[in-house]
């Protein structure tokens, strides 16, 4: 019997994985760092802290420290869904779905509460969440479960009674690990991956979610 829903945000609720690509592109490629589009593929879901954690390692620059880098990095993600409001399809009506079950709702995110607040303020959806929980300052980041046992731990229900929303390999890997059911809602790019296997449904977009699968 389930009590909640869990959402992810980036790629998920909101289209800014492209924002995300093109700002760890801009602001890493100016300290030298050899970075491609699918390098920024590769990582989806992976916290950015990591991301630039990993560079730092790999790439070495000299000035801005590595929080630094991270900070410029969110800062022009804000900037970017600010101005552009990319809501994805069917975010509105998967909440209604949800709602109407009587689930409670929460958000589980990579990102850091300094860009999922102004993300949901940006799309109009601060009120839609009971709990919002960041794995930005945790031991552990996706694809390990503990930003999703904190969410469900907030909502004070078991895991075992959530069903997480998800667009990422990572994200979905850290929802199955905390024993949830799983949707995932792939990009068009990798809607083929087979690794998808593993969530209870695969959806084009949350447009197509309906109570049935709950």
């Known amino acids: 019997m389930l009590s909640a829903a869990i959402f992810d945000m980036d790629g998920l609720l909101v289209d800014s994985e492209p924002f995300w690509q093109r700002a760890q592109i801009d602001v890493l490629s100016e300290l030298g760092v050899s970075i491609s589009l699918q390098d920024t593929r590769d990582t989806t879901g992976v916290r ?32 970017l869904v600010q101005q552009e409001k990319p809501m994805m399809p069917g975010v509105k009506e998967a909440l209604a779905i949800c709602r109407q079950a009587g ?10 509460l300094s860009l999922i607040h102004p993300t949901l303020d940006a799309l109009g959806l601060s009120d839609q969440f009971s709990i919002i929980e960041s794995a930005g300052d945790l031991k552990h980041g996706k694809p390990h479960p503990e930003v999703y046992l904190n969410a469900a731990q907030a909502l004070d229900v078991e895991p075992e ?9 990572t994200g979905l890997l850290a929802a199955k690990a905390a024993s949830m059911k799983t949707i995932v809602v792939p990009a068009a790019h990798e809607w083929d991956d087979p690794r998808f296997v593993i969530a209870d449904h695969k959806l084009e977009t949350l447009g197509d979610f309906t109570s049935e699968m709950l």
């Open 48 to 79: 950015i802290d990591e991301i630039v954690k990993h560079y730092a390692r790999t790439q070495p620059w000299q000035g801005p420290s590595n929080a630094e880098v991270r900070e410029r990095i969110v800062a022009r993600v804000v900037e």
């Open 161 to 169: 009674q959530c069903i997480a929303f998800e667009d990422s390999f």
């Open 103 to 112: 689930l409670k709702i929460g958000l589980a995110s990579s990102s850091p």
